[in-house]
């Protein structure tokens, strides 16, 4: 029994001074992140291609956008014809497809709107009214 808990404190002890391995200390120990480390080291050609993009604006055509310069990119930009549906319709149709919103056209109102999921099992409904004047 001796040698047995001889061989488990020394065990225990080993894999203690594994874990703390693996634990950053704080203090003049603590490793240099990799951005850090790399921030001074140039990349062949990007520093200058970076200045000469700086001076350039680039203007680009993103669906019906044009974009000057780095500005917001459309992913995906889809088109579903639509029916007038009932909130119900809506909410199986939202389920169906396995989103957290569905956007549908109500069919009392006429107006589109979107049922969304919200925290836990609660849903909730937001509807445009459409001002036909344009103000």
């Known amino acids: 029994m001796a040698a047995l808990d001889l061989a488990l404190d020394k065990m225990a002890a080993q894999m203690r001074r594994a874990a703390d391995r693996r634990r950053v200390h704080r203090g003049r120990r603590t490793p240099v992140s990799v951005g850090k ?8 050609g990007y520093a200058d291609t970076v200045a000469e993009e700086d001076n350039v604006a680039i203007e680009r055509q993103v669906g019906p956008i044009t974009v000057t310069g780095d500005g917001p990119l459309v992913v995906r930009e889809k088109t579903h014809p639509a029916s007038p549906m009932t909130l119900d319709q809506a909410l199986y149709e939202m389920e169906l497809v396995g989103h957290d919103f569905y956007l549908y056209v109500d069919k009392e109102s006429e107006r589109p709107a979107v049922v969304y999921r919200r925290r836990g099992y609660d849903y909730g409904v937001i509807s445009l009214e459409v001002d036909a004047r344009g103000e």
Request: proline share 12%; net charge negative; glycine share 0%.
């Open 37 to 44: 480390a790399l921030s001074d080291v140039p990349v062949d």
